[in-house]
């Protein structure tokens, strides 16, 4: 094979493999979309049924009591995909961003087409110059991981409160140790998907 066709035959692959991992991205966004969908819909059923029980005392603690660890776990699950996605996600945007620096030293010559592939010298800032981000832990609050994370927390910290009444805790110590509860689960989440992404490197 000459020069060549051995250019023409990798610039086949490249933008083969750049439409894969762009399919790769789309699939992964739709798939974190569906799932929170699905979470969110759930406890929004969940919140509609306690309204019904909500005016019968007998049937509250046991509507509470089938629905709430349900809840916390499809939560939980959601939420332990949703990372994995993210982790896929940037992977696909690494590697995208890797072939679209080939096109810019390639191909643009002294245009800037591709040049945020270059950002600050390549790796994981070009990845955050693709969304037009900052790099930072900050970033990682607006992720979906991050939205379904701090669900759970407030349903887990509910969990304690209800807890904490149920064996004779006063309500403002009930409510107290719900909201720590809260917090603590978000954080240990948090860090979880910082720990995970690889963009924020480790």
Known sequence: MDEDARQQALLTAVTTEHFVLQTSRSATIAESVGRATIFMSML???LIGLGFVSSSG???????GAVLPTLVITGLLTYARLVESMVENEVDLQRIQRIRAWYHHRFA???????DALAQGGGKRAEWAAVGSQPGRVQMLLTTAALVGAVNALLIGLGATLLSGVFGAA???AIAVGVVVALAAFAVQIVHINRASI???R
């Open 44 to 46: 929004s059923a969940g």
């Open 58 to 64: 007998h049937l509250l603690r046991p509507y509470l």
């Open 109 to 115: 010559g002294d245009l800037d087409f591709f040049v």
């Open 171 to 173: 309500p403002g110590l």
């Open 199 to 201: 963009s924020l490197g």
